[in-house]
Structures are given as structure tokens and as C-alpha cells.
């Protein structure tokens, strides 16, 4: 192991997976102070971690990465080894709908961690990116970690700027930063706006399953522990200052997904719904993880086929966890995704 990890901060540990990453780490690493810090937005839950609640290793605070003052008391506190930053605002939708708060916490916060990061002098500052960096693929060819950056949506060039945010703080202040972006990831826990939870609970409800555009925009799924075990090498053998890219290897097109959700629960096809497309979709994303195979050792352990198994079988069995969701937070879910998207085709001008 490259770093001796006596404490870890998780930001953004009460998310999706985040909160698969806490459990996974902490099942790993026994000895290991996992300090979970969640601002508990929409998409924060801590019934996603109450079985851990009572490990002795793993700590909640309540608070914002963008909050200076509070970071420096939690890191003077803690004295950090290494920090992987999740917390973020993970939506492209809500991010069309309302960019500002992608700066304020994808950007400013990211920042402010990596301030702490360099006063209290962390061992490891793994940002924990996407693929959506890269912009979008035609029908061929893989994103490497050498493609130029052309971000799309507000979510995208947010977490872009992160990136490049991690970047300098590595070349100009030595923070030992590593960058990782993965491709689609799906699992238990998923938040019900994203595409996959969504059509399993829509098609659970008897509900219309809403395709953007044409359907056939393609995403590289990969399982959300498959995610956590590339961080994990990533964190402890990286090299600092590089950026590994972490895919699925499973390229789907949305149609075929939302086919195969209905055709697994036993409902109609019937239920599909296409719709007003997203404004700057992007067409298709694929990972070439070669550099994080060949240099780390790692690869996915989950199939496609048994993936998305295991997902459907835990929104099937938890329904009382995404019922608490789309109860609780129904007017926003609603607002989304039945009132504000059918207007999206006036949003771009020109
Ligand atoms: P999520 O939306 O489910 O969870 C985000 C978490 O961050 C929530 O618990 C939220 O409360 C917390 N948070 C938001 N703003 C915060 C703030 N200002 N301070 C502290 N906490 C805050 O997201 P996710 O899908 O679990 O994604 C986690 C990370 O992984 C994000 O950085 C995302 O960009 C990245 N990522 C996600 C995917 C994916 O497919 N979901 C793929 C690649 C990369
Ligand atoms: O209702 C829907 N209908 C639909 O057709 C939704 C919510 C999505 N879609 C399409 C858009 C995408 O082509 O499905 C695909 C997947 O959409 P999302 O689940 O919104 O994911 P995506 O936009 O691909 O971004 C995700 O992957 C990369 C995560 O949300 C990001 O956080 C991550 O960085």
C-alpha cells in the first residue's frame, strides 16, 4: 500500500456510491476511520447506511464542501491521509434546469477541499470524475485518459472544471491529487431519477417509462462496487498526478434497457414512452480501461446480465426505501420530471 490510511473523508458518503463505497471500504479496511461528510441534499439519505451505523470506525458529520470554515475544522480535527471526494450534484437533467448550484458545490467545493487538503498536507486527494468530461462519441472508438475534454452539459463542464481544479492544485501546490472517471453506474441505492431506478420503479408502478428522443444514446454500465474496488486501487497504487479512466465494458442502448427492465419485471412494452429529448444529449460514451487494468490489476467483476439481476431484485425487495423517496420528495420528482422537461425543447435558442 502506497499510503498508511488511518482516516479517510468520504465526501458525499450518504449518496449512491458513496454510500456503497463506505460500506465497501469499511468491510475491507477494519481499522481504518471512515468520516462520512454529507451536506444531505435531495439525493443524500442516510437510511442507505443504517446498517453501519453502529461500526465504530465509521463517523457522520452533517456539512458542505463548499463551507471553508467548517472543512478546516473538520480536517484540523481529523488530520486526514486521504480524501475521496463523491459530493457533488450528479443530475444533467436538474443541472439544464438549474446550473447554478453544479459551481457552487462541483466547483467551489471542490476547491475548498482541495485547499484543506493542501494546509493539512493529505497523502492521497482522489476526485472521483466522470466520463462525461470527454463529450460525446459517435457510433465507434473509446474515450483514453489522452482525449481532449469537451464537456456538454452544465453537470459535465462542472465537473470538468473539478478536474482541472485537482490538476493545478497537483502541478502548482503538490497536492497529491489522482483523478478517476467512470462510465454509467447502476446498483442498489441509485436515486430514483436516474435512468435505471427510474424505469424499474415506473414499470413497478404500471407507469409510462419516458425515453428521451430517439432512444438509442448509449451508456457503458458498469455496477456501482465494481465503481468502489477501482477507487479503492486507484487511492492506495495510483500514481499521483494521473487520471484512470474506469468502465463497464457493457454498452447498451437506452431502449434496449428500458426493454429489458420491463421485459425482467413481466410488463408490457406498452408502457414505453419516448420524449422530448434532452437538450445537448450525448449520443454515446465508452471507457477504454486499459491504463487502470494494466497498472492496477483491476477489472469488473459483475456482468451486465448479473447486474442488473441484483437491481431489480433490491428495488423489488426495498420498496419502502424508494416509496419514502418518491413520497417525500415527490414534488420535485414530479416537477422534473412530468412538468419542467416537456418545455426543454424551448430552453436552447438558435
Ligand atoms: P448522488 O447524487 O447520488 O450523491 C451525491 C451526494 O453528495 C449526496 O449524498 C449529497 O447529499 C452530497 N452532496 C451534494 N452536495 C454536497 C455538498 N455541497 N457538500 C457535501 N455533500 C454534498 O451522486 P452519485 O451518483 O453517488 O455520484 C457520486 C460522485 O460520482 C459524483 O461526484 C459524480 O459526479 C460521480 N460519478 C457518478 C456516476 C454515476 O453514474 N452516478 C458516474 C461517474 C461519476
Ligand atoms: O427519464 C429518463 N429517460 C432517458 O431516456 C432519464 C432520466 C434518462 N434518459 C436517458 C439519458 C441518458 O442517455 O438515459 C441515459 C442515462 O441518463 P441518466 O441516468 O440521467 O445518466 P447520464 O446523463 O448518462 O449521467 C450519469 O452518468 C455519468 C450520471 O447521472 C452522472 O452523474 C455520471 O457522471
Not at 90 to 109: A, E, K, M
Not at 273 to 300: C, N, Q
Amino acid at each position: 500500500m502506497a499510503v498508511d490510511l488511518k482516516s479517510v473523508l468520504v465526501t458525499g458518503g450518504a449518496g449512491f456510491i458513496g454510500n456503497n463505497f463506505v460500506r465497501f471500504f469499511l468491510k475491507r479496511h477494519g481499522d481504518t476511520e471512515v468520516i462520512n461528510l454529507d451536506k444531505l441534499t435531495y439525493a443524500g439519505n442516510l437510511e442507505s447506511l443504517r446498517d453501519i451505523e453502529g461500526n465504530h470506525h465509521y463517523h457522520f458529520y452533517k456539512g458542505d464542501i463548499s463551507d471553508a470554515a467548517f472543512v478546516k475544522r473538520l480536517f484540523n480535527e481529523w488530520h486526514f491521509d486521504a480524501v475521496v471526494n463523491f459530493a457533488a450534484e450528479s443530475h444533467v437533467d436538474r443541472s439544464i434546469l438549474g446550473p447554478q448550484v453544479f459551481i457552487d458545490t462541483n466547483v467551489r467545493g471542490t476547491m475548498t477541499l482541495l485547499e484543506a487538503a493542501r494546509e493539512f498536507e493529505v497523502g492521497r486527494f482522489l476526485q472521483v470524475s466522470t466520463d462525461e468530461v470527454y463529450g460525446s462519441l459517435g457510433s465507434t472508438g473509446k474515450f483514453t485518459e489522452t482525449n481532449g475534454l469537451s464537456p456538454n452539459s452544465p453537470y459535465s463542464a462542472s465537473k470538468t472544471s473539478a478536474d482541472m481544479l485537482a490538476r493545478a492544485w497537483w502541478k502548482t501546490f503538490g497536492v497529491p491529487a489522482l483523478i478517476t472517471r467512470c462510465s454509467n453506474n447502476y446498483g442498489p441505492y441509485q436515486f430514483p431519477e436516474k435512468f435505471i431506478p427510474l424505469m424499474i420503479i415506473n414499470a413497478l408502478q404500471d407507469k409510462e417509462l419516458p425515453v428521451y428522443g430517439d432512444g438509442k444514446n448509449v451508456r457503458d454500465w458498469i455496477f456501482a462496487d465494481d465503481h468502489c474496488e477501482a477507487i479503492e486501487a486507484v487511492l492506495e497504487n495510483g500514481r499521483v498526478g494521473e487520471v484512470y479512466n474506469i468502465g463497464g465494458g457493457n454498452e447498451v442502448e437506452n431502449i434496449e434497457l428500458a426493454k429489458l427492465i420491463l421485459a425482467k419485471l413481466g410488463k408490457p412494452e406498452s408502457l414505453l414512452k419516448f420524449v422530448t429529448d434532452r437538450p445537448g444529449h450525448d449520443r454515446r460514451y465508452a471507457m477504454d480501461s486499459t491504463k487502470i487494468e494494466r497498472e492496477l490489476g483491476w477489472r469488473p467483476n459483475r456482468s451486465f446480465e448479473q447486474g442488473i439481476e441484483e437491481t431489480i431484485r433490491w428495488y423489488v425487495e426495498n420498496q419502502k426505501w424508494w416509496h419514502r423517496i418518491v413520497s417525500g420528495e415527490y414534488q420535485n420528482y414530479y416537477k422534473l420530471q412530468y412538468e419542467e422537461r416537456p418545455s426543454w425543447s424551448n430552453l436552447r435558442k438558435g
